[in-house]
C-alpha cells in the first residue's frame, strides 16, 4: 500500500489524479485498494475504460510492478484484444502526459505484448505449458478443431448404430469395455437404439460431455448417475397428497355432498361413488394417496356434460375451474410419484449411452493430444491445485464479464486469489447473464457481491457504474420503466438483487451535445396482426400464416429504416476527434435483432422486396444457401472427376461461366446415343464444345490436390464474374459467404491435412447435418449494410438504431432428451416400447422434475436476455412482433406474459403509440430499391444507396405534412428534436390526452352509430357483465383509460350528441348494413406516388355513387386542436386516395373533407369540397414539402404562436 505521506511521491500521486478519467465512482473502482473489489457495471456504462484505467493505475503506483504480474481475463478473444488495445493506448496516454512523473510506465508500454490478457481458455493453456511435468497430458497438446469434433462424434453414431464393440474396445480401457459389453448386451438396448437413432443419442452424449464437464463431472459420474436426488425432491412433494384430501373433504364435498349424491349426474356417478367410498375414511398416508389418484383417474377425468351447478360450485371454492386445478393437480401428482421400473431403465439406457460416448471421446483425444476448452480449465485447475505457490506471480487479477463465469472457471479464480499475495478485481453485471446455454452459474457472482457487500471491517468493497454512456437520455427513461416493472419483485425473484436503474452522466458538457438531434418516437412499437380470411358467411376463417405476417411487419421496418437513412438524420459517432461528432446516418448504424435463427428467412424476403442493403451475421442454415450448395458441389467435383451428378451440377451453377441456355444444351446432348449406341458422357461433350472450360476445370482440381481447397475457393473471389447471377443487393452476402466457405476449408486442412476428398466429404456432411456455422463478420468500417444478428451475437456491441423482433416468443419448452446435473440424462416423456400406453403420450417423473427446475431459470434469463437486446440501442429502439387475432371477433389477443412484448405492454410504458401493420399495406415500389453495380462489388467497397438530388424525404406521413404546412418551425420541434405533441396539454378540463382520445377513437371504430347500443361499448358502471365484456376487448394501453368513469362519462356525452346528427344516421345505416355505399374505419394506407411514400391512417371515409366523405374525428375543441392543422392533414387523406384509386384505375369521386370536433356538435357540418385544381395543388404542396423537410431553414408562422404547444420554447416565438 502506497503511504500519501511520503513527500517523495507527491509528484506522482498528482500525476496520477490528473490522468484519470471519468465519473466519481469510476475514480473510485480504478483507485480500490481492496484485496476484493467487485464492480456492478450497467449495459454502455464504461467498463472497459474503467478496466483499462485500472490496469495503467496499478503499473503507475507501483515502479515495482510489471506487466506480467497483472492477470487480465476477459470472456472473448475478441474482448481480449480490444482490452489490450485499450491498456496501451491509456498507457501511452499517461506517459505522454506525466513523462516526468512517470517515467516507469514506458517498461510497461514496450513490454505490453508481455502481458497476461487473455480470455481464461487462452490464460489456462499458459498454465499448461507452464506446468511441464506436473500435468499427465502431452506438452505438445493442441485445441480440438471444429472438424475434428464434428467427424469424431459423427464416427461414433456409425460405431453405435452397428454395436460396434471391436471398434469401441480399440478406443476405450479394458473396464470401459467391458461396461459397453455389458451395455449392448442389456435386452431393451436395441429397441432404445432403434427409437431414438444413434444420431440423436450421439448428440445427448456431446451435449453431457459439454454440459457435465463444465461442472466438474466426468464419464464415471454419469455412468454411475444415483437416482437419489430425484427421489429426495419426490419424497418431499408427499404432502400433495393430504393437501389433495383436505381441499375435497374439508372444502368441496361439504358444500356439494347433497347435490352430487341426489343429481349429480352421468357423468359425476364416479365421483359421487368415490366419496362414499372415503366418507368415513382414516385419514392416513396410504387413503391420502389411493384416493388422490382415483379422483384424478377417473372421478374428475372427464369433465363434459357434467352437472353445471356442481362445477361453478367447485370453482368458487378453488378460485380457478375445476379442469384447471385437474389439470395443475396431475402433474404435481406425477412429480410426488416415484418413478416406474420402466423409468428408471430409461434413465439407465441414456446415462450409461452417453458416459460411454463420453469416456470414448475423452480417450480419443487424450491418445491424439487434443484439449476441449472443459480440458483447458479441468488442466489449468489441477496444474494450480499442485503448484499453489502460482498465483503469487501476480500481484493483481481483473476479471470481465464475470457474471458469465462457470463453476470449474471459478475453481481456476479462487487457486490463484490469495488475498496476502494480490488483489481480485471482478467486473460484471447480473442483468446481462444470458449464457446460460454455456454453462454459466449466476450464483457464483451473487456469492462475490454478497461477500463484498457484508465483509468484515469492510474491507472488501461493492462499487455500482449506473451511468450510461451509450444510450440517450429519453430511451434510457423508457428501458428503465419497462425493466423496473419486470424486475419490481427483484432480478430473479431474488429481493436481495434489486434492479438498479441506467442513469446519465448528465454532469459532462459533452453528454448534453449527445443528446441532440433525437429520432423521434425514441421507442416504437410496430406491430402486425395474424389476420383471419373472411368466410362467405360472414364468419372469420383461418388464421394468415405467421411468415407472411412477419415478411410484412419486416417489409415495415426495412421501409422505416430506408426512410430514416434517406432523410439524413445526424448520428452521434464517439470516434470522430472533432468537438462536432455528429455525421449523417449510415446503413451500418441499424441493426435488427433477433432471439433465434429461424426468423431470418422472414427478414430476407422482406428486406430483399424493399431493397435495403443488409447482411446476416449468422444463420443456422448456412449451408443451405444456393451460393454455399454450388460451391460444396464444385469441391466435391474436383474430388470426384468422373461423378456426371457433380459435373452437371457445376455446369448449371455460376461458378461455371456457362449461361442457362448453353447448359441446358450440355445436359440434352448427354441424352443422346453415341456411335457405340452409349449415352454420350457430360465430360466428352464439355471437352468437344467447351475446351477452354474444360481445361480450366482440370487445372483447378491439380490446383485443389497441390495447394488445398481454401486456396482455389480464393482464387474464385479473384475473378467475381459469378455474382452476375445474383440480385444486387445479395452480392455483398454472397462473396462474403464464399469466403467465410475459404476460411473453414483452411480449418479442415490445418486439422486434418490437404486431403481434397476428406474435405468434400467434410463439407457434404455438414450440408446434410446443417451444422450451425456463423456466417463472416462483415460489419467492418469497410461495409456499409444494416446488419441482421441474433442477440446472443450482439452481446458486447452497440448501434445507433436497434430493432428487436421475434419479441412475441415465449419460453421454449423442455422437450426431448436433456441434461440435468442433478438427475443425469434423462427423456421428457417414455419411449412406446417403455410406456404403458404406446399411443399416449406418458411424461416422465425425472422429466417433470428437471422441467419445474428449469421453468424458474428460464424465465430469469430470458428477462434478462431482453435487456441485454434493449440496451445495445444508442438512439432508437424498434419493437417489432405479430399478434394473434381472436377467431370470434377478429380482436387482437394479447401477448404471452413471459414474452418481452408482454412484459412491455404489462409496464403500461406510457405515451407510447402502437403501429399496426396491416395486410392492406401496399407494396413498395421497386423504383425506392437500392442500387449497387456489378464492378463496385469488390472486397474494399461499400454499398452505396441511390442518390437523389435535391435531398428529399422517401416517405412523408400525414402528420409530418399537416406540421410542416402549419408551421415549418413546429415541424422542427416535433421531429426533429422529438418534442411530444399534445394539444390537449392547455384544455384544463377533467378529461383529456392522449389516452383519452385513443379511447374515443376505438369506441367509434366499432360502435354502429345507434344510440341503443353506445352503453355496450361505453357501460357506466363497472360492476355490470357489459363493462368485464368491454374491458377484455380492449388493447391493453387504453385499459387504465377505461377504467375512469370520469372518460366514460364524457365519451358517453360526446357520442350521444353526435348520435343525433343526420351524418351519424347516414353511418348507422351502412355499419348496420341498410345503406346504400361502403364505410370504412381505421384504414391504413401506404401510396406509391412518384418518388415519394405516403403513408398515414385515416378515421373514417364512406363512399356512394358520386362522392367520398372523408372525416376526422376531435375529441378536443378547435380553440386548443387548430384546425388549420387538421385540414391540412384531411387534404393530405384526400390526395392519397386520388393517388389510390388513379393507381388502381377506379372512377375518381368527388371527395369531401371535415373535422368532426366532438366536445362540440355546432362544428359537425363544416365541410371542405375537393376541386380538382385543388387536388392538383395539394399535390405539389405534399412534395414541396418533403423537400423542405431536409432543409436546415425551418421559418415560422407567427399566427399560430398562441395555439402552439412549443410556445415557450420555441427560438421564433412570438408570444
Not at 766 to 773: A, I, R
Amino acid at each position: 500500500m502506497i503511504s500519501q505521506k511520503n513527500d517523495s511521491l507527491n509528484d506522482p500521486i498528482a500525476a496520477l489524479q490528473k490522468n484519470l478519467k471519468g465519473l466519481p465512482e469510476q475514480i473510485e473502482a480504478v483507485t480500490s485498494l481492496s484485496p476484493l473489489t467487485v464492480v456492478s457495471a450497467g449495459a454502455g456504462t464504461g467498463k472497459t475504460q474503467t478496466l483499462s484505467q485500472r490496469f495503467a493505475w496499478l503499473l503507475a503506483k507501483d515502479k515495482d510492478c510489471r506487466v506480467d504480474q497483472i492477470l487480465v481475463l476477459t470472456f472473448t478473444e475478441k474482448a481480449a484484444r480490444e482490452m489490450q488495445d485499450r491498456i496501451k493506448k491509456t498507457l501511452v496516454e499517461w506517459h505522454s502526459n506525466s513523462e516526468k512523473e512517470l517515467p516507469h510506465l514506458l517498461k510497461g508500454i514496450q513490454r505490453i505484448d508481455d502481458a497476461y490478457i487473455s480470455t481464461i481458455h487462452s490464460f489456462a493453456m499458459k498454465v499448461i505449458r507452464e506446468s511441464g511435468l506436473v500435468l499427465d497430458i502431452d506438452p505438445t497438446a493442441s485445441i480440438v478443431s471444429k472438424p475434428q469434433e464434428v467427424l469424431w462424434w459423427k464416427s461414433f453414431s456409425e460405431m453405435l448404430g452397428t454395436m460396434s464393440l471391436k471398434k469401441i474396445k480399440m478406443i476405450v480401457s479394458d473396464e470401459w469395455a467391458e461396461r459397453t459389453e455389458e451395455l449392448f448386451s442389456e435386452d431393451y438396448f436395441k429397441d432404445f437404439l432403434n427409437y431414438y437413432g444413434p444420431e440423436k443419442l450421439s448428440e445427448a452424449a456431446k451435449s453431457a460431455s459439454e454440459k457435465l464437464g463444465s461442472f466438474g463431472k466426468t464419464p464415471e459420474d454419469l455412468w454411475n448417475q444415483s437416482t437419489e436426488e430425484l427421489y429426495s425432491d419426490i419424497k418431499d412433494k408427499e404432502y400433495i397428497f393430504a393437501e389433495i384430501w383436505d381441499t375435497w373433504f374439508k372444502d368441496i364435498f361439504p358444500v356439494i355432498r347433497n347435490e352430487l349424491r341426489e343429481q349429480h349426474g352421468k357423468r359425476f356417478e364416479r365421483l359421487r361413488e368415490i366419496e362414499l367410498e372415503y366418507f368415513e375414511a382414516e385419514p392416513n398416508e396410504k387413503n391420502y394417496k389411493a384416493f388422490a389418484r382415483l379422483l384424478m383417474e377417473e372421478g374428475i377425468s372427464n369433465l363434459q356434460w357434467c352437472s353445471k351447478k356442481i362445477l361453478e360450485s367447485i370453482k368458487n371454492i378453488l378460485g380457478v375451474s375445476l379442469k384447471e386445478w385437474r389439470d395443475t393437480m396431475k402433474k404435481e401428482l406425477r412429480m410426488a410419484s416415484v418413478p416406474s421400473e420402466n423409468e428408471e431403465m430409461l434413465l439407465w439406457l441414456l446415462c450409461r449411452t452417453c458416459a460411454l460416448g463420453w469416456q470414448c471421446w475423452e480417450s480419443m483425444r487424450k491418445r491424439e493430444g487434443i484439449l476441449t476448452n472443459n480440458d483447458l480449465i479441468r488442466y489449468a485447475g489441477e496444474a494450480l491445485e499442485r503448484n499453489p505457490a502460482y498465483g503469487e506471480k501476480f500481484k493483481h487479477i481483473l476479471v470481465d464479464e464475470f457474471q458469465d463465469t462457470d463453476g470449474v472457471q471459478n475453481e481456476i479464480l479462487k487457486g490463484l486469489w490469495n488475498e496476502k499475495y494480490n488483489t481480485l478485481f471482478i467486473v460484471g453485471d447480473i442483468k446481462q447473464s444470458i449464457y446460460r446455454f454455456r454453462h454459466a452459474n449466476l450464483e457464483i457472482f451473487r456469492k462475490y457481491i454478497d461477500s463484498s457487500r457484508h465483509s468484515e471491517d469492510g474491507r472488501y468493497k461493492y462499487i455500482t457504474l449506473d451511468k450510461s454512456f451509450r444510450t440517450r437520455d429519453d430511451l434510457v427513461e423508457k428501458l428503465n420503466y419497462v425493466f423496473s416493472s419486470v424486475w419490481a419483485q427483484g432480478i430473479e425473484k431474488n429481493a436481495s438483487f434489486k434492479y438498479e436503474p441506467l442513469g446519465s452522466p448528465s454532469s459532462e458538457d459533452l453528454w448534453k451535445k449527445r443528446n441532440d438531434h433525437p429520432m423521434p418516437p425514441v421507442f416504437e412499437i410496430m406491430l402486425s396482426l395474424q389476420e383471419r380470411e373472411q368466410e362467405e358467411d360472414g364468419k372469420l376463417g383461418k388464421e394468415e400464416k405467421i411468415f407472411d405476417s412477419r415478411v410484412r411487419l419486416y417489409r415495415e421496418l426495412a421501409s422505416r429504416i430506408s426512410e430514416i437513412h434517406g432523410s439524413g438524420v445526424p448520428i452521434w459517432d464517439k470516434s470522430i476527434d472533432a468537438e462536432d461528432k455528429f455525421r449523417p446516418v449510415k446503413w451500418k448504424d441499424f441493426a435488427l435483432l433477433v432471439p433465434k435463427r429461424s426468423l431470418y428467412s422472414s427478414i430476407e424476403e422482406a428486406f430483399d422486396s424493399v431493397g435495403i442493403p443488409y447482411v446476416l451475421c449468422t444463420r443456422r442454415d448456412y449451408f443451405k444457401r444456393g451460393e454455399i450448395a454450388d460451391l460444396v458441389n464444385l469441391v466435391s467435383l474436383l474430388a470426384q472427376p468422373s461423378n456426371p451428378s457433380f459435373l452437371a451440377g457445376w455446369i448449371a451453377s455460376p461458378f461455371s461461366g456457362i449461361d442457362p441456355e448453353s447448359a441446358a444444351e450440355i445436359l440434352d446432348k448427354t441424352q443422346i446415343l453415341g456411335e457405340s449406341g452409349v449415352p454420350v458422357s457430360m465430360a466428352e461433350v464439355l471437352r468437344n464444345e467447351y475446351p477452354e472450360t474444360f481445361d480450366f476445370l482440370e487445372l483447378m482440381r491439380k490446383k485443389a490436390e497441390l495447394t488445398g481447397v481454401s486456396c482455389i475457393i480464393r482464387e474464385l473471389l479473384n475473378s467475381p464474374g459469378f455474382l452476375a447471377s445474383y440480385e444486387e443487393w445479395q452480392r455483398l452476402r454472397v462473396r462474403a459467404n464464399i469466403s467465410y466457405m475459404a476460411a473453414i476449408a483452411s480449418e479442415y486442412e490445418a486439422s486434418e491435412g490437404r486431403s481434397l476428398q476428406g474435405c468434400a466429404d467434410y463439407m457434404r456432411f455438414s450440408v446434410k447435418e446443417s451444422e450451425q456455422q456463423e456466417e463472416p463478420d462483415i460489419t467492418d468500417e469497410d461495409h456499409d449494410a444494416v446488419n441482421v444478428l441474433t442477440i446472443h451475437s450482439a452481446k458486447g456491441l452497440e448501434y445507433p438504431v436497434v430493432a428487436l423482433g421475434g419479441v412475441e416468443g415465449t419460453l421454449p419448452n423442455v422437450s426431448g432428451i436433456e441434461t440435468s446435473v442433478r438427475y443425469g440424462v434423462l427423456a421428457m416423456k417414455m419411449p412406446d416400447f417403455l410406456a404403458k400406453d404406446p399411443l399416449k403420450d406418458e411424461l416422465t417423473v425425472s422429466g417433470l422434475w428437471h422441467s419445474e427446475r428449469e421453468k424458474e431459470a428460464i424465465q430469469a434469463e430470458n428477462e434478462r436476455f431482453w435487456y441485454v437486446a434493449s440496451t445495445r440501442a444508442r438512439d432508437k429502439l424498434f419493437i417489432c412482433g405479430i399478434s394473434k387475432t381472436d377467431k370470434n371477433d377478429g380482436e387482437q389477443i394479447p401477448p404471452a406474459e413471459d414474452s418481452f412484448l408482454g412484459m412491455i405492454m404489462h409496464s403500461d410504458l406510457p405515451n407510447t403509440e402502437i403501429q399496426i401493420c396491416r395486410s392492406s399495406v401496399q407494396e413498395v415500389s421497386p423504383e425506392i430499391k437500392a442500387k449497387v453495380p456489378l464492378e463496385l462489388m469488390r472486397a474494399e467497397t461499400m454499398i452505396f444507396p441511390k442518390i437523389i438530388s435535391p435531398a428529399k424525404l422517401a416517405r412523408l406521413s400525414a402528420s409530418a405534412y399537416a406540421m410542416l404546412s402549419w408551421c415549418p418551425a413546429a415541424y422542427r420541434i416535433a421531429y426533429r428534436q422529438g418534442r411530444d405533441m399534445q394539444w390537449n396539454s392547455k384544455m384544463g378540463e377533467g378529461t383529456g390526452g392522449s389516452e383519452f382520445g385513443s379511447l374515443a377513437h376505438w369506441v367509434l371504430s366499432k360502435w354502429n352509430f345507434d344510440l341503443e347500443t353506445l352503453t355496450s361499448w361505453v357501460p357506466q358502471e363497472k360492476d355490470t357483465d357489459k363493462y368485464e365484456v368491454t374491458l377484455k376487448k380492449l388493447p391493453w394501453n387504453l385499459r387504465s383509460e377505461f377504467k375512469s368513469a370520469q372518460s366514460r362519462n364524457e365519451i358517453m356525452r360526446m357520442l350521444e350528441d353526435y348520435s343525433k346528427t343526420e351524418e351519424a344516421h347516414v353511418l348507422s345505416d351502412l355499419a348496420n348494413g341498410t345503406g346504400k355505399g361502403e364505410l370504412f374505419r381505421e384504414t391504413p394506407f401506404r401510396v406509391q406516388d412518384m418518388d415519394l411514400l405516403l403513408v398515414g391512417s385515416t378515421d373514417i371515409y364512406w363512399e356512394d355513387s358520386d362522392y367520398i366523405y372523408l372525416r376526422d374525428w376531435k375529441t378536443t375543441t378547435e380553440e386548443t386542436a387548430p384546425k388549420e392543422y387538421y385540414d391540412e392533414q384531411l387534404k393530405f387523406y384526400a390526395y392519397s386516395l386520388y393517388i389510390y384509386r388513379k393507381e388502381k384505375r377506379l372512377p375518381q369521386k368527388t371527395i369531401e373533407i371535415g373535422i368532426n370536433y366532438l366536445r362540440d356538435p355546432s362544428n359537425i357540418n363544416k365541410r371542405v369540397t375537393i376541386s380538382d385544381s385543388l387536388i392538383e395543388s395539394i399535390g405539389d404542396n405534399i412534395h414541396r414539402s418533403a423537400i423542405s423537410a431536409l432543409s436546415d431553414t425551418f421559418t415560422d408562422s407567427a399566427e399560430n404562436c398562441l395555439k402552439c404547444p412549443w410556445a415557450n420554447i420555441c427560438s421564433k416565438k412570438h408570444v
